[in-house]
């Protein structure tokens, strides 16, 4: 594809796009089913599960360090966007706040609407992770994921929950929405981990 949408990557970009992937300048909304409409006053994080269950409200997240973090972004559908620049708190952070027992190896993100995705506490637990609520400076758009989604950029953009209200530690890797549905169950898009075989 070509022209208004999707670009040819300069080499210093094209390091930085995945193979099989191309570049979009806009930011394509990628949803299944409606755009949940939650309020920041609404809006809760659960963690249950292997872990001490907790609730973490809107002020509870605001009181945390904030962060500006700068990040590509792959969607499975083979665009990419690159430098999409977020606000927010590192997952290490929370993790800081919640006592996770040692047997937690996988954790489940639910969201608002019923979507899930999994990944490893490995994959989960990096410095580069974050659950954001700013978009470009500007609060997240709900059609984004606003008030707050996850971001995980090193895995392909279905793994990055929008409108995230739970976390869900598990001893045993189970499947989310998507993985559930023939997407692969790690999904690195360096290595076009793309559908499960
Ligand atoms: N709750 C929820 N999160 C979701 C999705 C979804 O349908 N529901 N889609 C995923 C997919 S496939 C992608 S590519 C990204 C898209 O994020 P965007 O719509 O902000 O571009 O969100 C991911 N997170
Ligand atoms: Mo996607």
Redesign the pocket.
Known sequence: MSGKYFQKPTPQQSERVPPGQYLTKG???????TT?QVSTDAWELQVWGLVQPKTFTWSDFMALPHHEFTAD?H???RWS?LDVKWTGIQVTDLMKLIAVEPKAAYVMAH???G?T?NLSMVDFVRDENFFAWK?FGEPLPA???GPV?LVVPHL?????????NGLEFLAREELG??ERNGYHKRGDPWREERYSL
């Open positions: 930011f394509p909304v990628l949803t299944y089913g949940p972004f969607c499975v559908t966007k969201c608002y609407g979507y995705t978009l059609e984004h994921g989604r392909y953009a279905w793994k990055s929950a929008k409108w995230i929405f998507w």
